[in-house]
C-alpha cells in the first residue's frame, strides 16, 4: 500500500485550487437515474469515491462518460438494465445508498443493499427508508436488502426528520421531485451539498424552494430533463487546506473556495489566531507570528463547525497554546485519529464524544496509520510541522476524498512526497 512521507519544513507560501466538492458530487451523480436526458456535471472532483460511484451507475446500465481527465462527467441512464446496487460495491461507499431515492422515484422499484457500517459509526439508514415510506413507498429489507416498490408511483407528502441527516435529505429530496403532488420536508439538512443538489434538480425542471433552510417544498413534476451543472467547491477541502499555513506557518491562498461555506470553521480559526481573508479568487489564510491559542469546538449540522474538520482541527490544536475541549456530537466514534496523533507526542484525552487536548511546543514525526478520510488527511497536517519524518500509512483512505495531497502542499513548500507500494 503507498505511504505518504511528511517532513517539517517551516512556513508555506503559495496557493491550493480547490476541487468540487466530493460530497455534492456522489448526490449529484445518482440524480442522472431521474431522467433519461443526459446530465453533465462539471468541476468534479478527481477522486476514488466518484470512480466507485461511475462502476455502481455503470452496473445499473447508466453510461458515465469522464471527460477532461475526469473534471466533466456526462452521463445518462435512458437504458437501464438493472435496479440492484450489489453489496459488493455499496459495502466500499455508503453513499451509494443515494440511488435508492432515484430509482424509486423513476421506475417503482430498487433493491440497493444496506451499507453497513463503517469506521466512525453504524450509519444507519433508517431515516432514508422512513422519508421514503412517508412518500408511499413499500420498502421489504430482506438479505441484507432494501427492495423498495412504488408500483402507483411515489405521492408527496409531509414528513419531518426526527434528526438531521445529510444522506437522508438528499435521498429524500430527489425521490421527491417525482412524486405526485406537494412534499413539504421538515428539519432537513442545510449543508451547501444540499443547497447544490437543489439547484442542479431546478436546472433539470424539478420545482423546489427552501434549500439551505430547514424546509424544503417540493412540487412534484411528471418528469425532468437534462442539464450541465458545475459541482459546488469542496468546503471540507478548502477548510482542511486553510489549517495548512495555521500548523506549519506561512500564508496560502486556497483558490476557488468561498469563506461562507465554512464560516463557522473560519471563525474559530481566527478565534484561535489565524488570518482569513476573503480574496477575489478564493480564501488565505497567514499565521506568521505568536503561538496558536487553544480553542474549544463542538461539531453541529450547517451551519455549526463542520464534523468533518473536527480531526484536522484537532491537529492544530495539537501545539496551540492551552487546552482545548473538541466535542464531537454527528458520530459515535470520530476521534481515531487521536491515539495517532498522541504517537507524534500529542497529549488528548478521549472521553465518550469528548476530547481534551493540551498543547505541546512541538509534535515528533512518527510511523502512524490512516484510519478514515480525515482522520488520514489530520495525520498529515500534524506532520507538516512536526519535528523529523512522518509516514502516513493506508493512504488509500486519503485517496477517497483529496485528490493529489502530496502534489497541492508541496506546491507550497511542504517537503512531503507519496511512496508508491512496490
Ligand atoms: C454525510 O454523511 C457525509 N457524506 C459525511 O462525510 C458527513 O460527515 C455527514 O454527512 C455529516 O455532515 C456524504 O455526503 C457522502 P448523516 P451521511 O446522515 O449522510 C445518523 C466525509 O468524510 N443517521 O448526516 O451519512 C448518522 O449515524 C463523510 O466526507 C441515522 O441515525 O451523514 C449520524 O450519526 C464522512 N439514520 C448522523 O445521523 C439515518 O438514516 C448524521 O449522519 C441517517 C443518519
Redesign the pocket.
Known amino acids: 500500500m503507498d505511504q505518504i512521507v511528511v517532513t517539517g519544513n517551516g512556513p508555506l507560501k503559495g496557493e491550493i485550487p480547490i476541487a468540487g466538492a ?2 455534492a458530487c ?2 449529484l451523480m445518482p440524480a442522472t437515474l431521474l431522467t433519461d436526458a443526459p446530465l453533465t456535471l462539471t468541476n468534479a472532483p478527481r477522486l476514488s469515491d466518484i470512480k466507485t460511484m461511475k462502476a455502481l451507475l455503470e452496473s445499473l446500465g447508466a453510461e458515465v462518460q469522464a471527460l477532461q481527465d475526469g473534471k466533466v462527467l456526462v452521463m445518462a441512464s435512458h437504458d437501464l438494465t438493472s435496479r440492484r446496487a450489489d453489496y459488493d460495491i455499496v459495502r466500499k461507499m ?2 451509494s445508498i443515494l440511488v435508492l431515492g432515484p430509482l424509486l422515484a423513476r421506475y417503482g422499484d430498487a433493491e440497493v443493499s444496506l451499507p453497513g457500517g463503517c469506521a ?10 422512513r422519508g421514503l415510506e412517508a412518500l408511499g413507498a413499500t420498502l421489504d429489507l430482506r438479505d441484507g436488502y432494501v427492495h423498495a416498490k412504488a408500483p402507483g408511483g411515489l405521492k408527496g407528502a409531509e414528513f419531518e426528520f426526527p ?6 435529505t ?1 435521498n429524500v429530496l430527489m425521490a421527491a421531485t417525482l412524486a405526485k403532488g406537494t412534499s413539504v420536508l421538515k428539519n432537513v ?1 442545510r ?1 451547501p ?1 444540499i443547497v447544490d443538489l437543489a439547484r442542479c434538480l431546478r436546472r433539470m425542471g424539478a420545482d423546489i424552494e427552501g434549500e439551505g433552510t430547514d424546509t424544503i417544498v417540493v412540487h412534484g413534476v411528471a418528469a425532468l430533463g437534462g442539464a450541465t451543472h458545475p459541482v459546488v467547491a469542496d468546503r ?1 477541502e478548502l477548510g482542511t487546506y486553510l489549517l495548512a499555513p495555521a500548523i506549519a506557518g506561512g500564508e496560502v491562498e486556497c483558490v476557488g473556495g468561498s469563506r461562507d461555506l465554512i464560516a463557522a470553521f473560519a471563525d474559530k480559526l481566527e478565534e484561535a489566531g489565524v488570518e482569513i481573508t476573503q480574496t477575489n479568487r478564493g480564501v488565505k489564510a497567514a499565521h506568521k507570528t505568536g503561538r496558536i491559542k487553544a480553542v474549544d469546538v463542538t461539531t453541529q ?2 451551519p455549526g463547525f ?3 474538520l473536527q480531526a484536522q482541527m484537532m491537529a492544530l490544536m495539537c501545539t496551540a497554546e492551552g487546552t482545548s475541549v473538541l466535542e464531537e456530537t ?3 466514534n470520530r476521534f481515531m485519529h487521536a491515539p495517532e496523533l498522541t504517537r507524534m507526542g500529542a497529549r488528548i484525552e478521549v472521553s465518550g464524544g469528548t476530547a481534551r487536548v493540551t498543547g505541546v511546543d512541538r509534535l515528533k514525526g512518527a510511523p502512524v496509520m490512516a484510519t ?3 482522520a488520514s488527511v489530520s495525520l498529515i497536517l500534524a506532520g507538516l510541522a512536526a519535528e523529523g519524518e512522518t509516514v502516513v500509512n493506508r493512504v488509500y483512505h486519503l485517496d477517497r ?1 483529496y485528490e493529489s495531497v502530496e502534489d497541492k502542499l508541496s506546491a507550497c513548500g511542504a517537503r512531503i512526497e507519496r511512496m508508491r507500494a512496490a
Not at 120 to 129: F, S, T
Not at 163 to 168: D, I, N, P, T, Y
Request: no cysteine.
Open positions: 466530493k460530497n456522489l448526490t455508503r453513499a466512525i459509526g453504524a450509519r444507519p439508514v433508517d431515516l432514508h427508508l434528526l438531521v441527516s445529510v444522506g437522508a438528499e439538512a449543508e451539498e471540507i449540522p450547517f463542520p464534523t468533518d454527528i458520530f459515535e478514515d478520510l480525515r476524498g
